[in-house]
């Protein structure tokens, strides 16, 4: 196993840090702004090794990402709806509405690192005081990233002196194809979720959750995305929500030209699956223009909008009280 780590430009006259981890299954790239997760370089059926993480290039446009590819959404992931929450009031940066908590919020800071590595892992914390995002504070927190073998996990843990919220989530996309050769169509999804949460013309909740079953969002045998994408002009930016009792929720990837396989595990209610079927921003990724259906989005987290739904829950984050949200990432051949 071996670390690297070097200094990056950002533009203009600020740098950021790239780490590199390696073992003998995995490659994983990680930035310290955004505690970004940047590339995950797998092996095929051949032993091929490439990349199946879409991340922006060149590296310095990550300041002005605006898509948040592979970063670190928080304190609260998701919409709020009217960026209010009882009596707070957060910033309005979609329509009227909050998303991911601002334009300060955690996917555009600096994190500070320090790395580990033992004879089954390497270890990467990413740390931050957050004073900026609007939400209550301070909020002190990790982002913690643990290579061992084919997997990869990420934990968040947040703690704040004053009663606050914590909903984070890492907003990577993947195309298990390697180095974008195809796009998302033909490679293979299952959720372990029955239930969808409605939401308005603007993706905020409704409140009401919806049955999957004998609609395009059934998940619960895999199936190509190309099925369900033909049937949903708009496709995929949607909440899939697990029931209540379930102890570990699953999202699996797989590509039948590569081989690849991806399991994606979390406690946490929900996960958002956003297939960029309207792309129509100007952006690089891996080098190459990203187009619709590039990469598919993988977002675990509570049920977005959840402090204005309790009835689904909660994110509080209590005084002096740490609480640790975690995502697994499974990687494999078949």
Same mark, same amino acid.
């Given at each position: 196993?071996? +670390? ?5 430009? *950002?533009?203009?006259?600020? &740098? ?9 299954? =995995?490659t994983?790239?990680?930035? #310290? ?8 370089? @797998? ?6 090794l ?17 898509? /948040?590819?592979?970063?670190?959404v928080?304190?609260?992931?998701? !919409? +709020? ?8 009031? *957060? ?26 590595? &033992?004879?089954?892992? +390497?270890?990467?914390?990413?740390? $931050? &005081? ?14 913690? /990233? !643990? ?16 009663? #606050? $919220?914590f909903n984070?989530?890492?907003?990577? /996309? ?18 372990? @979720? ?14 009401? =959750? ?6 395009? $969002? ?10 369900? *994408? ?35 595990? #979390? ?6 699956? $956003?297939?960029a ?22 977002e ?5 909008? &959840?402090?204005?739904h ?7 984050? *209590? ?9 697994? /990432? ?5």
């Open positions: 196993m071996s +670390i690297k780590i070097e200094n990056v430009s *950002l533009g203009g006259n600020k &740098t950021t840090q790239l780490i590199s981890l390696q073992n003998e299954q =995995l994983v790239e990680l930035v #310290s702004f955004g505690a970004h997760l940047y590339r995950v370089l @797998a092996k095929d059926k051949n032993g091929l490439e990349n199946v993480v879409l991340n922006v290039t060149p590296i310095s446009d990550l300041a002005t990402d605006l898509q /948040y590819f592979g970063v670190t928080g304190p609260v992931a998701g !919409r +709020i709806k009217n960026a209010q929450i009882g009596d707070l009031k *957060l910033e309005a940066n979609e329509n009227a509405n909050s998303l991911h908590s601002g334009s300060q919020g955690w996917s555009f800071q600096e994190w500070a690192i320090e790395t580990q590595e &033992t004879a089954e892992a +390497i270890t990467v914390t990413f740390t $931050y &005081t957050d004073e900026k995002s609007g939400f209550p504070g301070p909020i002190d927190a990790k982002v913690i /990233y !643990r290579l061992s073998g084919a997997n990869l996990s990420i934990e968040f843990v947040g703690e704040s002196p004053v009663a #606050s $919220y984070p989530t890492n907003h990577g /996309y993947f195309n298990l194809s390697g180095e974008l050769k195809a796009n998302i169509r033909q490679q293979e999804l299952q959720i372990t @979720a029955e239930h969808i949460l409605a939401t308005d013309v603007e993706l905020i909740p409704t409140g009401e =959750l919806l049955a999957v079953a004998g609609t395009a $969002y059934d998940f619960t045998s895999a199936k190509k995305l190309e099925t369900c *994408l033909s049937e949903l002009p708009n496709g995929l930016d949607t909440a899939f929500v697990f029931a209540e009792n379930a102890a570990e929720n699953t999202v699996s990837l797989f590509d039948e030209m590569s081989g690849r396989t991806l399991e994606v595990t #979390s406690a946490a209610r929900s996960v958002i699956i $956003y297939s079927s309207g792309w129509n921003r100007d952006t690089q990724v891996n080098n190459k223009p990203m187009v619709k259906e590039l990469g598919l989005a993988i675990f987290q509570e049920i977005p909008d &959840t402090p204005n309790p009835e689904w829950g909660s994110v509080a984050l *209590l005084p002096n009280v740490p609480v640790s949200k975690k995502i697994n /990432y499974k990687f494999g051949v078949k």
